[in-house]
């Protein structure tokens, strides 16, 4: 009967072919592309116009490159048109200005035109002061005329007690006075600042005004001159995916791998229990061949 050996060697393993693998995948994947990309143009038709998908006659790569044409519908391209010349005529009369902008702010704003500032000081209340009382000089005058008056008339001679107590009286009735004038002095001269001070910054606001006027109005002209672009509906994406053929190859390579090592194990196993069961038969007829040598007889001695 037939041996097979024991130490026969194993069945080579099989690999893949990386190069080919790559440009199969390669393929697939560019296939994948492509209908992923033709899958998601979708020309659309809406009352506002339409957009079409089409080829450009480029090529990159050996692969056709795609454009979308929009249009506009007979209607809205009346109105786009209309809605552009009107911005047109925007931006030309904004660019017109622009000359008067340039010349307005290529000279720095002056606030010395607008004079100093008001500030709060110990002379202008100082002054404040002043003309109270000048303005009620007057009625002190007549104030102290009358006592004079009034003690001649009564005899009451200067020095005496009687003529002390009416003077002192007159005293702080003028003393009142003057304390009542450094307060509205005061009064007078927060009131006379902050009048100023409106005053100036109203001035300033004004020719601020003027200054940026022409820059605004041209702002506003510019702003409207802003082109408008038809809108369409999203197009929904959608993605092919490419079959994995690299990873399909190593699952086939590493499945017949292990069925051929399997198969080689147990076609190793049984070569072994061949083996066995030819040294059994072997042993055995040499003890048959050791007993006819004996005088050994079938049936008896």
Known sequence: MGCTCEDDDPPAPIVINAPASAAAQADWNQDAAEKTRAMNMVNQYTPEGSSIWGPTGEQISGIDMMGVTQTMSPEQQSLFDSANRMKQ??????????????????????????????????????????????????????????????????????????????????????????????????NEMAQRYGLDINARNQAINEALNARNLPMSEMSTFMS???????????????????????GLEVANMNAQNMYNMNSYAQQQANNRANTQGLYSLLGAGGNLAGGYASGWKWGGP
């Open 89 to 186: 005529g925007y931006a030309d009369f904004g660019e017109s200005q622009m000359g008067d902008v340039q010349d307005i702010y290529g000279t720095a704003f002056d606030y010395g035109q607008f004079g100093p500032a008001p500030t709060l000081d110990e002379t202008s209340r100082a002054v404040a002061r002043a003309n109270i009382i000048a303005r009620n000089q007057p009625q002190m005058d007549q104030a102290q005329q009358a006592f004079e008056t009034k003690m001649a008339t009564q005899g009451i001679q200067a020095g005496s007690g009687a003529y002390d107590d009416e003077y002192a009286n007159l005293a702080r009735r003028q003393n009142d006075f003057y304390l009542g004038a450094d307060a509205a002095a005061g």
């Open 224 to 246: 409207g001159s802003q082109p408008v672009k038809p809108s369409f509906l999203s197009t929904p994406t959608t993605t092919v995916t490419a079959p994995n053929q690299a």
